[in-house]
């Protein structure tokens, strides 16, 4: 019976141990998981804010063309305004030659 019962004993321990590992090791893949879900969170925040300033970036940009195609056509329109006066001047000074 004492044999028997230091055999149960035996495998009592060895199957508490076992349990113990089993246990320590879930903690550890949990903490991993947790410390995983965090870096994830993380980078999805940074990815968040990289896209938001993307497109902060992109309304610039697209702000900043507007306001040349503004200027060009400013400039276009200013072109056409000096040679309408040089024309003018032109006409003025060939009719004042004429005259004298």
Not at 64 to 89: D, F, H, M, Y
Request: hydrophobic fraction near 30%; charge should be negative; aromatic fraction near 6%.
């Amino acid at each position: 019976y004492d044999s028997l019962q230091s055999k149960h004993t035996f495998v009592e321990q060895n199957y508490r141990s076992l349990l113990s590992k089993i246990e320590e090791k879930c903690e550890n893949i949990q903490n991993q998981l947790s410390s995983t879900r965090e870096r994830l969170v993380d980078m999805e925040l940074k990815q968040i804010n990289k896209d938001n300033e993307i497109s902060v970036w992109k309304q610039k940009f697209n702000l900043e063309t507007i306001r040349c195609k503004s200027i060009q056509e400013k400039v276009v329109l200013l072109e056409e305004e000096i040679e309408e006066k040089s024309a003018t001047k032109l006409r003025d000074s060939e009719k004042i030659y004429a005259l004298k």
